[in-house]
């Protein structure tokens, strides 16, 4: 069956913008084939720095036939909607329609046929839609048209079945149309002249590829790696693993050429992070590592072309470009080691953490506090370590190299406490205070980088709560999820026990009187934004993101659940219970008593949670409950407060039998008023006592 193939050639696409582009663009084509009545059998997509192509294969030659029927008004009906119906379905006279009788009376029926298209009649405009809709991040406008797209477009090469596609694309303004072609270019540098013909997409693949052109990506990076790591290991070295700048790397590049240069023996004194960031920001370089991990003084960089003397050239210009580099690393390196973090602290006052949190320098001061507080509650953490850490925590902002290197903050840190001999727990605190930084960051584990950790995102949550800047919806402007998410994981992966709620309100308290938001609802606030995130981090577990809510409830009788550990253990025990037979009875015993008690409390306009009279309980099956409810709440609240949980859901299971005997047995609308009330009284502490343990009215299922 006939193939489509479509080339976009222009200028050099972002390298961080092609794979999506790629995939857009067969979204894009195929979903409108798909609407044309236009099945297909496969399509793939392909994109270098200068283009995207995509192949279609299995098109058909012409689209469907189409036949649509449109239902009109019944036989009889006045002229004027007959007239109506005729107008809309675009026929002159009911003698092109049909009479048909539908079980409810004989109607009119206008049935047209549309017949098919030529394929090639079709594309072009659907190439034209598609190029107008592309969904860039970002777009301009070049010489006189009007016309934005992610750079200036070259050509647009359109064949299918082997023929040009009769079409063209308008630029707009004094450019005007692009016309279509079925021809395309070569490598810039390497096969300029080269014009290739594409009447199908291996001739294209094949002709690009003989013109220094790899077309597939995935091949490219493939080569990439592979010619990497034999240029390296050549010198004994590895390479240092970097997915992010592979990728990066392979839009950068139509043929790529692999080659090797040396870092000068003067800058292997300064931080390896420092030269891996140099090289990898501004050059687009790979580090590499001897056998023991450590950085060795080679690069590796990926040329997008061959030259006659074996790349020799290239190689003494990168490292002479990459020397001037490093030198201005080596320069701030030396002087900032001249002025104390200590001495630097003051010069914080300048720096603004937010308009109405004040400068880094009032956040420092908070984080001091916080972090010693904390300390108490993190075995093995010095309150006076954890107090200097946070203090020294952001003194490398107002550095050269991190002035240089935004991304090494902290890591620079580190290595200057080192240098001034703060010891290892106060400078890895400084190092890892920003982490984890997401789900795949590795969490501090070091009692004073923990402290300090929880600090800085503790204060930050803390305070743009209180002034009212919470995220909304997919809107997350200050990465308060993230800090959120950091808190939970440094709570429950090192085992702290921290109660929340009062962790807030100190933490309030240091960020002043004059916050939007008063302690209290900033703590309910920021309880329901952890439970929302925990929910998150336990949906990998198998958690059900209801029983998280049932312990977090805050309207339980014994409070909402703000001890992370203990949270997580109670989840777990009632997750266990639910799962079991007695568990799973005993909540639809809960659902229905619950039910039974808001529908006669609607009904007679009054509650009915008071104590029920023992002197009222008439059978068997009444007085047996109520001795089993104050026997399962008398066993299980001690239980829950000694974190027995397994044991506290065990007194619970003891309730299955009495509240089935009590179902079975026992008429709840009593005629007797006196006696309706107290069994409704009865009843209703079903749910007061299981909601001691976890509010069963938020489990679902």
């Known amino acids: 069956m006939p193939q489509l193939l479509i080339e976009l050639f222009s200028e050099d696409i972002p390298a961080r913008m092609q794979a999506r582009a790629a995939e857009d663009l067969q979204r894009l084509i195929t979903t409108k084939l798909a609407a044309a009545g236009l099945e297909i059998g496969s399509s793939q997509a392909h994109s270098t720095p200068r283009r995207l192509a995509l192949v279609v294969e299995g098109l058909a030659a012409r689209t469907a036939d189409v036949k649509e029927e449109r239902k009109g008004p019944r036989v009889g009906s006045p002229e004027q909607a007959v007239a109506g119906f005729l107008r809309g379905a675009g026929l002159a006279s009911l003698d092109q329609c049909e009479q048909r009788d539908t079980g409810k009376g004989v109607f009119w029926f206008a049935v047209t046929e549309k017949p098919g298209r030529d394929t090639a009649d079709v594309l072009p405009g659907l190439i034209s839609e598609t190029i107008r809709e592309f969904p860039w991040p970002k777009s301009m406008r070049w010489a006189t ?72 990506r995935d091949e490219r990076r493939a080569k990439i790696a592979a010619d990497a790591a034999e240029v390296a290991g050549s010198h004994g070295l590895v390479v240092a693993p970097d997915e992010g700048l592979l990728d990066e790397v392979t839009g950068l590049v139509e043929w790529p050429v692999v080659l090797s240069g040396a870092i000068d023996q003067q800058f292997m004194d300064v931080p390896p992070e420092v030269l891996t960031t140099s090289m990898r920001t501004h050059q687009k370089y790979f580090a590499t590592t001897d056998a023991t991990g450590k950085l060795a003084p080679r690069f590796v960089v990926v040329a997008n072309t061959t030259t006659s003397d074996g790349g020799a050239a290239v190689i003494a210009g990168n490292e002479r470009v990459l020397r001037a580099r490093l030198s201005d690393a080596k320069f701030f390196w030396d002087q900032d080691r001249k002025v104390k973090l200590e001495e630097r602290v003051p010069s914080l006052d300048a720096v603004t953490f937010h308009a109405r949190l004040g400068t880094v320098a009032e956040k420092v001061s908070r984080m001091e506090t916080l972090a010693a507080e904390l300390a108490a509650f993190i075995p093995g953490a010095d309150a006076d370590q954890a107090r200097l850490a946070a203090r020294l925590a952001k003194a490398d902002l107002v550095t050269g190299m991190v002035g240089e290197f935004p991304e090494l903050q902290g890591v620079m840190g580190r290595y200057y406490a080192l240098g001034e001999g703060l010891g290892a727990p106060v400078a890895d605190a400084i190092a890892e205070h920003y982490k984890p930084l997401g789900p795949n960051d590795r969490c501090p584990t070091a009692p004073v980088s923990v402290a300090v950790a929880l600090a800085d995102k503790l204060d930050t949550l803390v305070g743009f709560f209180a002034i009212d800047e919470k995220p909304t919806g997919s809107k997350d402007p200050y990465a308060l999820r993230r800090a959120a998410l950091g808190v939970i994981r440094l709570i429950v992966e090192n085992g702290l026990r921290l109660e929340l709620t009062k962790v807030f309100a100190l933490a309030h308290k240091l960020q002043g009187a004059d916050k939007l938001i008063p302690a209290y609802d900033v703590g309910g606030q920021l309880l329901d934004f952890f439970a929302d995130r925990l929910k998150v981090v336990l949906r990998d577990r198998g958690v059900r993101h ?13 409070g909402g659940e703000d001890d992370l550990v203990r949270l997580l253990a109670r989840v777990e025990a009632l997750q266990g219970f639910l799962g079991s037979d007695d568990g799973a009875n005993l909540l639809v015993a809960y659902r229905r008593a619950s039910n039974i008690v808001r529908i006669e409390e609607k009904k007679d306009g009054r509650t009915y949670g008071d104590a029920p009279e023992a002197g009222l309980l008439e059978l068997a099956e009444e007085e047996t409950l109520f001795k089993s409810l104050a026997a399962a709440e008398k066993n299980a609240v001690p239980l829950l407060a000694a974190e027995d949980f397994a044991g506290c859901m065990g007194a619970l299971a003891a309730l299955r039998a009495p509240v089935d005997a009590f179902f079975d047995k026992v008429t709840v609308n009593a005629d007797q008023p006196p006696l309706r009330v107290n069994r409704l009284r009865l009843l209703s502490q079903i749910p007061a006592t299981l909601n001691r343990i976890a509010d069963f009215s938020r489990i679902e299922g």
Do not use: C
């Not at 209801?546 to 014994?558: H, K, Q, Y």
């Open 546 to 558: 209801d029983l998280v809510d049932a312990v977090f409830a805050p309207g339980s009788r014994e």
């Open 145 to 216: 048209g009007t016309f934005r797209w992610v750079r200036p477009i070259h050509h647009i090469l359109a064949v299918f079945d082997g023929k040009l596609l009769e079409g063209s694309f308008d630029l707009g303004g004094k450019v005007g149309m692009m016309t279509f072609t079925d021809r395309t270019r070569g490598h810039r540098f390497l096969s300029p002249d080269s014009v290739i013909p594409a009447g199908n997409f291996d001739a294209y693949r094949d002709g690009l590829r003989d013109a220094h052109v790899v077309l597939s």
